[in-house]
């Protein structure tokens, strides 16, 4: 959790801007001797020190450490400007500027109005916030044209409401990771649905529903990515091999795009009905097609046509409008979305890493869980644990850039400690023990002589693989390294597309 000051509630804070405003009445400055000149550098050197301390502090470990470090940039930043009014030739004006790109950077931005039900204040952490969170995020969202056109578009009623009961008992955990995951794709999904004429909220219950937010997620039935395209319905709307080996299923933007193409199509067709699209969207869209013109377009929660429905869609339908209803009304169930700083910015190693590898040197620092889902989210083309090279640049957040710049360059010790795990080989830490020498008198015993050794080749080692096995899980179970198995049965980078069941030669491997 990160600190943030509040200008109301924080004395030493209030007592800085009355001493700036106070000092604005001092008289103009006069010609300036040198030593003059001198005094007021080395006043605003300080200022400058003072600020960057207080902007350093809030990438600081934990809060006690923040408020510390804030305290004592607040203290001397006091200190500064109180000299400043005594110092022939000191601009106030040049130490208020100071003073109010601090406001900015501790200040909630505008629509930054996610807070809990008790009225607490944001966390996220000075000018790292986004500054983008969506109004319909906030209590408000009842009187926003998105919010009032999707309950209009939609029943409220006992399914829907027995789905809103779901996610907020034993399916909770699984609608904040959706909100956190979306949060960080959100300003690459929901153009789409906002060039569609789409409500936002709809395409987060569709994702909180389809796959919680996570772009590398599968289904059995072949179905893959973000909003969970199967291969047939993907290539329609452009999803696929992009050339390169990589499926754009997976891609957050392009799945989008392909949703919100769909989810048109499909409203067009079906009379601009939400639960008949979505019914669409889960259980087939010549299904509901079907359904749609034998009942003569008659309402989804009519008996005759909810009926026609397999349990699924039964189930998914009334599922996705609860989330989507959730999303426009957090504070009248007591949800406090988490807190995410999600500004896009990009990383450009400056030595080669894994996703893995960052995860680990950039630790946890404004999230509770760490980036390693944010960074396989906004880089989709890249395995957790495939090495990239120097210069590759990343999608992330401004945290992220930060804390990278910070903790993760050549030579920074959280780099070399990630390095050292990500490389780590369970093997290499096998003691090997040679033959047990007996220190008795020997026996008359006879030693058999050992097998002579077959002049024939030894059979390959083979693994079938799992359900929810990777290339890089088997690798490590198997003390092999990933390019060995994927060169022995020809497994093309960067995806190493592997299937339950599947028979894997481990050449290569440790026995």
């Known amino acids: 959790m990160s600190f943030r000051w509040s200008f109301h509630s924080t004395p030493t804070l209030a007592a800085l801007a009355a001493t700036l405003f106070a000092a604005l009445a001092a008289p103009p400055a006069q010609a300036l001797s040198r030593r003059d000149q001198a005094a007021v550098t080395v006043l605003q050197q300080r200022m400058d020190a003072a600020e960057k301390q207080y902007r350093d502090g809030l990438l600081a470990e934990d809060d006690a450490a923040t408020s510390a470090a804030a305290k004592a940039a607040l203290g001397e930043m006091e200190a500064v400007v109180a000299a400043c009014a005594k110092q022939r030739g000191c601009e106030i004006s040049t130490m208020l500027a100071t003073y109010e790109r601090l406001l900015k950077a501790t200040a909630p931005a505008a629509g930054d109005a996610v807070v809990g039900e008790g009225g607490e204040d944001p966390i996220d952490a000075g000018d790292l916030a986004d500054g983008d969170v969506p109004d319909t995020a906030s209590a408000a969202a009842l009187l926003s044209e998105d919010g009032q056109r999707f309950v209009r578009m939609v029943q409220f009623n006992p399914a829907v409401q027995a789905g809103i009961r779901r996610w907020l008992t034993d399916m909770r955990p699984s609608l904040m990771d959706s909100y956190e995951n979306y949060r960080y794709m959100r300003h690459l999904m929901s153009p789409a649905f906002k060039r569609q004429g789409l409500p936002e909220a709809l395409l987060f219950g569709i994702m909180a529903k389809e796959s919680n937010g996570k772009v590398h997620v599968g289904s059995r039935a072949g179905a893959v990515g973000p909003m969970q395209f199967m291969p047939a319905t993907g290539k329609r709307f452009g999803l696929g091999d992009d050339g390169t080996g990589f499926d754009t299923r997976y891609d957050p933007r392009s799945a989008a795009d392909a949703a919100a193409a769909y989810l048109g199509e499909r409203m067009r067709g079906l009379n601009n009905s939400i639960e008949l699209s979505l019914a669409a969207y889960n259980g087939g869209e010549g299904r509901a097609a079907r359904v749609f013109?034998?009942?003569?377009?008659?309402?989804?929660?009519?008996?005759?046509?909810?009926?026609?429905?397999?349990?699924?869609?039964?189930?998914?339908?009334?599922?996705?409008?609860?989330?989507?209803?959730?999303?426009?009304?957090?504070?009248?169930?007591?949800?406090?979305?988490?807190?995410?700083?999600?500004?896009?910015?990009?990383?450009?190693?400056?030595?080669?890493?894994?996703?893995?590898?960052?995860?680990?040197?950039?630790?946890?620092?404004?999230?509770?869980?760490?980036?390693?889902?944010?960074?396989?989210?906004?880089?989709?083309?890249?395995?957790?644990?495939?090495?990239?090279?120097?210069?590759?640049?990343?999608?992330?957040?401004?945290?992220?850039?930060?804390?990278?710049?910070?903790?993760?360059?050549?030579?920074?010790?959280?780099?070399?400690?990630?390095?050292?795990?990500?490389?780590?080989?369970?093997?290499?830490?096998?003691?090997?023990?040679g033959p047990v020498t007996s220190t008795s008198a020997p026996t008359t015993a006879t030693v058999s002589p050992a097998p002579a050794k077959s002049s024939r080749p030894a059979k390959s080692k083979r693994y079938k693989v799992q359900r929810d096995d990777t290339l890089s899980s088997i690798a490590r179970k198997q003390g092999c390294e990933i390019r060995d198995i994927a060169k022995a049965n020809k497994l093309k980078a960067p995806k190493y597309a592997i299937r339950p069941g599947q028979s894997l030669s481990l050449q290569g491997c440790k026995d």
Request: proline share 6%; with cysteine.
């Open 293 to 433: 013109q034998s009942t003569g377009g008659r309402n989804f929660w009519d008996a005759d046509v909810y009926n026609q429905f397999p349990a699924e869609t039964k189930d998914y339908v009334p599922m996705v409008i609860a989330a989507a209803w959730l999303y426009l009304h957090p504070r009248d169930y007591g949800i406090q979305w988490p807190q995410v700083s999600s500004k896009p910015a990009l990383i450009r190693l400056t030595q080669p890493s894994s996703i893995y590898e960052l995860t680990i040197c950039l630790g946890n620092s404004g999230s509770r869980d760490g980036y390693m889902r944010a960074l396989r989210n906004l880089n989709p083309r890249y395995d957790a644990d495939s090495w990239m090279p120097a210069g590759t640049a990343l999608n992330a957040t401004a945290r992220m850039a930060t804390l990278y710049d910070r903790y993760c360059t050549a030579g920074k010790h959280r780099a070399e400690l990630a390095k050292q795990l990500v490389t780590s080989n369970v093997q290499s830490a096998l003691v090997q023990v």
